[in-house]
């Protein structure tokens, strides 16, 4: 049983009427044994190869097969995950890794070994569902080639719907689920927004634009597992450009019942290649979110978010305003202006990009 044997699984007269309707089964060579390896699940001697492939396209688990034959006699393996090619082998096995003929939502069958590229945000062995955040998604062979951020749909597990969100899955970073941009460098947008679009998201999704991804897309992802909120802060000080990093561990969005509210277990320092930034988060630590149609602020007599021209976790007006006006470098230090887009800075320099991601932990 060599090169590329396929075996095609229909079902006739009823037979199994709870299984896949189909799928393609694709010799492969390989070291595998399935009597070592808890991957192999099911074992049953005396059926045919066939009969063996029909079993495995009635059940979800099973994405390869493994035949021993003795004689006339056939010992049928049904494994929960697919076999990696490799040469050489001297064992008694031959290996068949399952495929559906077609992939979901748009996903391309690459091969036999592969299977099914997914694209847009769905995952799986069939391109058949959304990844719950862009670090699923990144922990999936799907996404390994993309060198820049681009913009992708979540459904977390929590959510009733799906989200659009800017992701990186570069290969080297574990997904970054992008919450907002601001910078100056960017084309314009308006961040002096109502409630409503800065609950579902506004802006240029895109790799270098200037976006708000949504206070209730938040809510879902970090409420669905436990994520870590970094900020990227860029200064120019002292004419050189100097990124500064602060993380928030178990970072969590409250509903839009509580105002949005967030809430975090600890700041997290960066590592020793990142510039510390200043901790921006904590003087808004519960605080419920405020814009100039929604006033939830601490001030009685004014209205924050209408001073700044932004919506954010506003408690005074006198504070820092991450999403307000950026700044071009010429303007290198923070000034009385409450419109201008500001982070703590121990010298009090301008922040000329507000970067904020989520990681799940």
């Known amino acids: 049983m060599t090169g590329i044997l396929y075996i095609w699984i229909v079902l006739l007269f009823g037979i199994m009427p709870d299984c896949r309707s189909y799928m393609t089964l694709s010799s492969i060579e390989s070291c595998y044994d399935p009597t070592q390896t808890p991957e192999t699940y099911y074992t049953i001697t005396g059926i045919s190869v066939p009969q063996c492939g029909i079993m495995c396209a009635g059940d979800e688990r099973c994405m390869s097969i493994s035949i021993k034959r003795d004689g006339n006699t056939v010992t049928c393996y049904h494994n ?10 001297d064992n008694q096995y031959s290996h068949f890794n399952g495929y559906h003929s077609s992939c979901h939502y748009h996903g391309v069958f690459l091969n036999d070994t592969y299977g099914c590229r997914c694209y847009g945000g769905y995952i799986g062995a069939w391109c058949e569902r959304l990844m719950e955040d862009c670090s699923e998604g990144a922990s999936t062979d799907h996404y390994k080639d993309f060198t820049e951020s681009d913009v992708f749909h979540i459904h ?59 206070l209730d897309t938040m809510y879902h992802v970090t409420n669905n597992r436990p994520q870590r909120l970094k900020a990227y802060i860029s200064f120019k000080e002292d004419g050189k450009w100097v990124l500064r990093t602060y993380a928030y561990k178990n970072f969590q969005v409250s509903s839009e019942t509580y105002g949005y509210n967030f809430s975090f277990l600890s700041g997290v320092p960066p590592g020793p290649n990142h510039e510390k930034a200043m901790d921006g988060l904590s003087l808004f630590l519960g605080a419920k979110f405020s814009t100039y149609d929604v006033d939830n602020d601490n001030d009685s007599s004014d209205n924050c978010a209408n001073i700044h021209q932004s919506g954010w976790w506003f408690t005074t007006c006198d504070g820092y305003n991450p999403t307000g006006q950026p700044q071009p470098p010429s303007v290198q230090y923070k000034t009385s202006d409450p419109t201008q887009m500001s982070w703590p800075n121990t010298l009090n320099y301008s922040a000329a990009r507000v970067n904020m991601f989520l990681i799940a932990d």
């Open 156 to 214: 977390p597990s929590n959510a009733p719907r799906a989200f659009k969100v800017v992701c990186t899955m570069d290969g080297w970073s574990p997904g970054w689920t992008w919450f907002f941009k601001r910078r100056f460098d960017s084309p314009y947008v308006n961040f002096t927004r109502p409630w409503e679009d800065y609950k579902h998201g506004f802006g240029d999704f895109s790799n270098s634009g200037n976006f708000w991804t949504g």
């Open 80 to 89: 929960s995950g697919r076999r990696l090619l490799s040469t050489g082998c």
